[in-house]
């Protein structure tokens, strides 16, 4: 009879052969161990095997097994039609190199011959091609001080390069209140100067009335020329004026009471051509303002052995031999020491200014004094222009004798 419960390929063996013998195996289930079903059907275990026409039904329906061996449908490929089942025909052609791919092709995977590298500029490559085996190494080229991986400065987006920092790549820092944050400076703007501050509103400012100061050197003076200036210290012996013509109505001047001095100074001799004692001074224009005072003084020693009067002595504000001058000569004596203070008064400026002035000349000699008294004088004076006082000497008539020297002398401004 067939034993439902055989445990050895022995009994799976007689079981199988009694169902088949008397025609009662079709649509028997049983419980066989797999192993031992396999042994007997395929043949595995010698002795066992039994007729070949019996045919095994596995539990899927898609299976069956016999002696012939394991019978099932090869697997789908993958898509809408996808199912299991064996492994297609590999074919006769023995090898190593196909795969079976999920479209249920067998199928090469390539071959490589050589793997190259290729790299941006900002980088070395080294080790490329890898034709066999071996690594293939990237390493950054040195690039200049201070300069960073950026976009393009300006323009359409482009493939990043190492380059400088431009203004517009420094967000400006936002002002006070909720939304603030650090940044770079904002632009000042094109117009240069020295008077307008960042204020925390991020915005250029001129400083409130009272508020920093644009002072930078002690004696500077705190100024308004439309906005709050600074009026730098003058030279040293320089006074403080009004001055209209400033900007801030304030300049620095030369001293008052002194413009230039001078000592002991080379002898003139001979020269029948007014020539100066070398005691200058050069205004510079527009200093002589309405009322300016301009004092000049000389004294020294001359001799004129040919002739009485042929020394002549002068003082000048517009240059030697300008408009604005005058001099004398001593009377009774060819020789002797002189004395002369001459003082010139602005009464008009401008272009077609005028100048007063008055003085005398002091002549001694061992006869005595010649006193010479100059005044109501007045010539055109261009006060817009540099103006150059002087002091000069002359003779008349040539000689070898003739001889005068500076002992000294001053140019004033009153």
């Known amino acids: ?37 396999y042994q007997v059907l395929l043949g595995t275990n010698p002795g066992l095997s039994i007729a070949s026409g019996l045919v095994v039904k596995l539990a899927d329906a898609s299976l069956s097994l016999s002696a012939s061996g394991l019978s099932a449908p090869v697997f789908v490929a993958s898509g809408a039609s996808h199912a299991k089942g064996i492994v ?9 190199t196909h795969f079976l791919r999920e479209d249920a092709t067998w199928q090469t995977t390539g071959t490589v011959s050589s793997v190259g590298l290729t790299m941006p500029g900002i980088f070395t490559v080294s080790g490329s091609p890898v034709t066999s085996s071996g690594t293939i190494a990237v390493t950054l080229n ?27 790549d420094y967000p400006a820092f936002v002002a006070s209140g909720a939304s603030h944050a650090a940044g770079a400076v904002p632009d000042p703007g094109s117009t240069a100067g020295t008077t307008h501050f960042l204020r925390e509103d991020a915005t250029w400012q001129l400083l409130p009335t009272g508020a920093g100061s644009p002072l930078t050197t002690k004696g500077d003076l705190y100024v308004f020329d439309a906005v709050n200036d600074r009026l730098a210290v003058g030279s040293s012996e320089n006074f403080l004026m009004a001055d209209s013509t400033a900007a801030a109505g304030l300049s620095y001047q030369a001293a008052a009471r002194l413009l230039a001095k001078a000592g002991l100074g080379a002898a003139v001799t001979n020269t029948t051509t007014r020539t100066s004692f070398g005691l200058t001074y050069t205004l510079p224009a527009n200093y002589l ?65 005028t100048v007063d002035w008055g003085g005398y000349f002091y002549f001694e000699a061992a006869t005595g004094v010649t006193t010479t008294v100059m005044g109501n004088n007045s010539a ?11 002091f000069s000497c002359q003779w008349t008539a040539a000689s070898a004798s003739n001889s005068a020297n500076m002992r000294g002398g001053t140019i004033e401004s009153l």
């Open 142 to 168: 040195t690039e200049s001080a201070n300069t960073a991986l950026m976009g393009p400065a300006s323009g359409a987006a482009a493939t990043p390069a190492f380059r400088l920092l431009v203004p517009a």
């Open 88 to 96: 297609p025909d590999p074919g006769s052609t023995a090898g190593t």
């Open 1 to 37: 009879m067939f034993d439902r419960n055989a445990t050895t390929p022995a009994e799976v063996r007689r079981s199988l052969q009694r169902l088949y013998m008397f025609g009662q195996a079709d649509g028997v289930s049983i419980g066989f161990n797999a192993s031992h079903l």
């Open 289 to 353: 303002t309405l009322g300016k005072h301009v004092r000049c003084r000389l004294f020294g020693g001359y001799a004129a052995q040919n002739n009485t009067q042929s020394f002549q002595l002068a003082a000048w504000l517009n240059g030697i031999g300008g408009a604005a001058g005058d001099g004398a000569s001593p009377t009774t004596s060819t020789s002797g020491r002189f004395f002369l203070e001459i003082e010139f008064i602005v009464t008009a400026t401008g272009a077609s200014g």
């Open 380 to 390: 055109a004076l261009n006060t817009t222009i540099a103006n150059t006082v002087d």
